[in-house]
């Protein structure tokens, strides 16, 4: 996508699709009026009609706007003013990114307006950019004919008086986290006969190079020399060996601390002997998007070429039921020595990423954050567009939590409390991979702060907004992405 900052008029801008946002119940800016003094006051008059009302996305358009440059017109609502947020914002933009890639070839102009709630110049600048990358971006990979087209070109229109500089650097970053949104968005999307953990090896290292990232595999092997002992458990039921990723980006020098990202790639989850019903399984092609999104963020940690010394780790296998898988009742000894009695075959998440954590901290993490599609006890709690936040370190969480909100994303924290330990007791072990029914994403949550060897680490449960069953105006269906720009705040906090 050909993308630019321009300053000018919107009557004067050449699209075919040109997108203005329309404020609701406040005055109109100059630019709006002025663009409705050149539509001879069309827009005045859909708005005393009622089909123009501002509210936050709705759309409205105008299929043929002959005293324009641009071909057509599209309206979007912003909301109040005075409420305007990233997450609104990008509600908005997604929506009418969305609707004008439906057909090929199109060529995309957004004005952005000159006032903003609460929102930054540069952040809208960003958020529209990534907007454009993202909204246009499809999940019908293998359709005859696509239902959505990235544009071929997009321009992002500053009033005539605003300097293009920094809103320039802004746009480059925004397209860089749309490209890093839209990498985890396809390979989860991807089915999983073509991702398995030595594909998805793969592709993270064609991705990570050119990024300029340290990319290294384990193979099996190496996972047993290092001890991988509960992550390989839970291979042995595939004909498809485990993997582990670390990709490295070493921005901070040598004294800097390091932050490591640790993703659940499990890139199907059959649930194992403790077999999952179809309807429970048919989705768990996504139960990757830990691993996904910790590579999508470190793609774009390294274009941004950020400060900061962050490694990611993508804990990969199949959870399958071959000859070989593991069993009920067996014990599983983790990397740390601790052993493990299985309860569920289909509490392999946990069996995955503890192996992980427990590598990232003996090989230098000062800090951590897992991000696994965990359990569905997580989507229970908190609906399907909220994660799930747990730690064992308040301020580390609370840091985390602030990125979260300036990037715009939904985190609601959960409670750690000693007490939920006494469910993960076993009478042959020192623990099982379950805790019973009741506070299930909790449960899981404890039995992982066992493998982090007491570091700031803060685990994301992303089971519910991970993967979406269905499409929406705002958002494809399929994987989202999200909590990639929140990765990549808290990276560009780290600075600091
Ligand atoms: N991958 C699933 C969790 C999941 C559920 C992700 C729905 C996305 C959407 C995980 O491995 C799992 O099966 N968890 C079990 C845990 C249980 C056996 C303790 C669950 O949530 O039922
Ligand atoms: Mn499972
Ligand atoms: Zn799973």
């Known amino acids: ?70 071909r057509r017109l599209l ?44 929102l930054s110049a540069d952040r809208a600048v960003e958020g529209l950019a990534t907007a454009l990358v993202v909204g246009s971006q499809g999940q019908d990979l293998y359709k005859a004919e696509p239902s959505r087209f990235p544009f071929t ?17 802004a746009s480059e970053r925004g397209r860089i986290l749309g490209d890093a949104i839209n990498l985890t968005r396809e390979l989860v999307n991807r089915p999983p006969h073509e991702i398995y953990p030595e594909t998805f090896a793969a592709r993270a290292l064609q991705e990570a190079i050119p990024c300029g990232l340290m990319c290294h595999v384990f193979d099996e092997h190496r996972l047993e020399a290092e001890r991988f002992g ?10 498809r060996p485990a993997r582990m990723v670390v990709l490295e980006h070493r921005g901070g020098g040598p004294h800097a601390p390091t932050l490591a990202l640790v993703g659940k790639g499990v890139t199907f989850d059959s649930g194992g002997l403790s077999i999952k019903p179809t309807d429970g399984m048919l989705t768990m092609k996504c139960d990757m998007a830990g691993a996904a999104t910790v590579l999508g963020a470190m793609t774009a940690i390294a274009r941004l070429k950020l400060p900061v010394n962050v490694v990611g780790y ?15 009742g067996d014990i599983l000894t983790a990397r740390n020595g601790v052993t493990i009695e299985v309860h569920n075959t289909d509490a392999e998440g946990r069996l995955v990423i503890n192996d992980v954590l427990s590598y990232a901290v003996d090989h230098g993490a000062d800090r951590l954050i897992d991000l696994a599609t965990l359990t569905g006890a997580c989507v229970v709690a908190l609906g399907e567009d909220v994660a799930g936040a747990f730690t064992n370190n308040q301020p580390w969480c609370d840091q985390l939590l602030a990125a979260a909100k ?47 060897g007491g570091k700031p680490w803060v685990h994301l449960d992303i089971a519910g907004p991970a993967f979406a ?9 399929g994987a989202t992405g999200c909590l990639v720009r929140t990765l990549v705040e808290v990276a560009v906090r780290g600075q600091s």
């Open 153 to 169: 070109a997009a321009q992002i229109v500053l009033p005539p008086s605003r300097e293009v500089g920094a809103a320039s650097l």
């Open 314 to 328: 993508c804990g990969l296998v199949e959870n399958m039921l071959g000859g070989k898988a593991y069993k009920l």
């Open 1 to 70: 996508m050909d993308l630019h900052v321009v300053s000018a008029a919107a009557r004067d801008v050449d699209a075919n699709w040109l997108i203005v946002g329309v404020p609701e119940n406040s005055p109109w800016s100059d630019e709006l009026v002025a663009l409705d003094n050149a539509l001879q006051g069309q827009l005045s008059r859909l708005r005393e009609a009622g089909d123009l009302t501002g509210k936050l996305a709705e759309t409205l358009s105008v299929p043929d706007t002959p005293t324009l440059k641009s």
């Open 406 to 452: 300036t990037a715009g994303e939904d985190l609601w924290q959960l409670p750690m409390f000693d007490a939920y330990n006494e469910l993960l007791k076993s009478d042959v072990a020192d623990c099982k991979n379950i805790g019973g029914r009741w506070g299930g994403a909790i449960t899981a949550a404890k039995f992982l702060e066992k493998f982090v």
């Open 230 to 239: 509960s992550l390989l458990a839970v291979a042995k039921g595939s004909d």
């Open 469 to 477: 069953s269905s499409n929406k105006g705002c958002r494809e269906g």
């Open 75 to 118: 309206l979007i609502g912003l909301g109040s003013l005075a409420d305007l947020s990233v997450a609104r914002w990008d509600k908005a933009t997604m929506t009418a990114a969305r609707q004008v890639s439906a057909k090929p070839d199109t060529r995309v102009a957004v004005c952005v307006p000159d006032q903003f709630g609460s």
